[in-house]
């Protein structure tokens, strides 16, 4: 068991509703198979008590928190209980990113609120959790955060707020790999590529475009297998990170993407 005994927040630890399973269950769930406690943070309740239930029916140790990534006070009573119910946080996952569900759109298009809206969701979010656990981390002399940032940082992505927000998770990693190493603190992110989730899939099908067709599309475009990822693929590298077997590993931007990224040209 690679997390044993370890405390694991992971925030927006739900899911977005869809066919399939979605990134921060997926990984909530993976923690707890590899022996981690998981705190399963937010804003849909409802969504991580279902995350709960899940890892529960599998005997494994969880338990929600309502958390809104856009609130500070929200983001420190989150550590704070963790704390609190466990005494420590070993492992801070932060999932939580939107795109087109936060009014994203092209430089050209962009509303100034829904360019604030994203970079709130998806980069402010990120640096406030940190922020709240990193004097706890710093105490303990250890931990580990993992960021999940996206492909689109280093592709061709039309729509700027997303894009923009996940070159920034990847400049704070960074920033907190390197000021927190002194502490024992490890900080990486991971960037998934096409994935076949309610998130990248359901916010796709439109009247003229079914859902088998965005997938078909999205699969042609994967070198390895001609098939996107799943979140159990997220998952599994967030369980690898988050793990001591990746203790000398801090600082990187992980791509999870089949091979889409070394296509150039
Ligand atoms: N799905 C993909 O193809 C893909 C590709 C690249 C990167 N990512 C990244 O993966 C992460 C999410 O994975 P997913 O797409 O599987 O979604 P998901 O199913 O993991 O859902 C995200 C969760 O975040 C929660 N959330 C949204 N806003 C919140 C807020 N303000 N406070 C607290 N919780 C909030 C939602 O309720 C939901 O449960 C995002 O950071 C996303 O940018 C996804």
């Not at 795109?99 to 709130?120: C, M, N, Q, T, Y």
């Not at 706890?136 to 993992?146: A, D, E, F, P, T």
């Not at 592709?155 to 002194?182: C, D, H, M, W």
């Amino acid at each position: 068991m690679l997390l044993k005994d370890k405390v694991a927040i992971v925030v927006g630890g739900g899911q977005t509703p869809g066919e399939t399973i979605g990134n921060g269950r997926a990984t909530a769930i993976e923690f707890a198979r590899e022996g981690a406690r998981v705190r399963v943070a937010d804003r849909n309740v409802d969504s991580a008590h279902e995350t709960v239930a899940m890892i529960d029916a599998e005997g494994g140790a969880a338990t929600a928190a309502a958390v809104d990534v856009t609130d500070e006070a929200s983001l420190a009573e989150m550590i704070a209980a963790c704390v609190s119910e466990h005494g420590r946080v070993d492992v801070l996952h932060n999932n939580v990113g939107v795109s087109l569900a936060g009014g994203d759109a092209p430089v050209e298009d962009i509303a100034a609120d829904a360019f604030d809206r994203v970079i709130a969701i998806n980069l402010r979010g990120m640096v406030l959790a940190c922020k709240h656990v990193l004097p706890v981390m710093r105490r303990q002399g250890s931990g580990v955060i993992l960021n999940i940032s996206s492909m689109a940082a280093w592709s061709a992505y039309p729509f700027v707020a997303y894009k923009t927000s996940k070159a920034g998770v990847i400049a704070l990693t960074e920033q907190l790999a390197y000021s927190n190493a002194r502490y024992g603190i490890r900080a990486n992110a991971i960037l998934p590529g096409l994935m076949n989730t309610p998130m990248a899939i359901e916010s796709r099908v439109t009247a003229e475009k079914s859902r088998a067709q965005v997938v078909a599309e999205r699969d042609a475009q994967v070198p390895l297998g001609r098939k996107m990822g799943s979140a159990w693929d997220v998952a599994f590298a967030a369980a690898f990170l988050a793990s001591d077997k990746a203790r000398f590993i801090t600082g990187v931007a992980l791509p999870v993407d089949g091979g889409s990224s070394v296509r150039r040209g």
